[in-house]
């Protein structure tokens, strides 16, 4: 027996797989010559909204998982 977690909409898909061939990594976009600070400032940023999303995500699966009974455990 296997407990699976599926997302339920194709928002949570679109969020869960952000780094896709048609959406790339964003950073990735930041000119190899943009001055330091703004380089840093980028890079904050991202790293503040992927912690983020990530913190939503989590927050998301364990509501899911809390609301479904106990199938593991018998």
């Known amino acids: 027996m296997s407990l699976q977690v ?5 928002d ?23 001055p330091k600070a ?3 400032e980028l890079h904050i940023q991202l790293d503040a909204e992927a912690e983020e999303l990530m913190l939503r ?3 998301d699966i364990w509501k899911r998982l ?8 018998k």
């Not at 609301?67 to 455990?73: D, F, G, I, L």
């Open 6 to 10: 599926g997302s339920s909409s194709q």
């Open 12 to 34: 949570d898909d679109d969020d869960l797989n952000y780094h896709t061939p048609d959406k790339p990594v964003p950073w990735k976009d930041i000119p190899p010559n943009a």
């Open 38 to 40: 703004e380089a840093k």
């Open 57 to 59: 995500k989590m927050h």
């Open 66 to 73: 809390l609301k479904k009974p106990n199938t593991v455990c």
